[in-house]
Nanobody
Framework: QVQLVESGGGLAQTGGSLRLSCTTSGGTLRNFAMGWFRQAPGKEREFVAAISWSGDRTQYADSVKGRFTVSRDNAKNMVYLRMNSLKPEDTAVYYC??????????????????WGQGTQVTVSS
């Protein structure tokens, strides 16, 4: 069992920045490709970004491409999501998750196994 913990959420103004972090309270993340998802009130959970276990490959949703950057530090057992140029529509609970599979990066929630509890990001206009 992998228990993920997100942190770094909060309130930001439009155009501002936040950095989310994800780690595990037990075990290691270095064996997993990782994903970030978000869920706004009344909406389905949606893919934001993914990163391979080594960090050499990344993938982004079109809505965040060029503004968000996913990275990882396996030595520190950490995965990050840097969010720049924030918009009110980025307001959501953000989750990190471990990919069930290796190889190709994935974008569907069913392709992820372990999830954190989420961290709230609110962007004011």
């Amino acid at each position: 069992q992998v228990q993920l913990v997100e942190s770094g959420g909060g309130l930001a103004q439009t155009g501002g920045s936040l950095r989310l972090s994800c780690t595990t309270s037990g075990g290691t993340l270095r064996n997993f490709a990782m994903g970030w998802f978000r869920q706004a009130p009344g909406k389905e959970r949606e893919f934001v970004a993914a990163i391979s276990w080594s960090g050499d490959r990344t993938q982004y949703a079109d809505s965040v491409k060029g503004r968000f950057t996913v990275s990882r530090d396996n030595a520190k057992n950490m995965v990050y999501l840097r969010m720049n140029s924030l918009k009110p529509e980025d307001t959501a609970v953000y989750y990190c998750a471990t990919d069930r599979y290796g190889g190709t990066l994935h974008q569907r929630t069913v392709e992820y196994e372990y999830w954190g509890q989420g961290t709230q990001v609110t962007v004011s206009s």
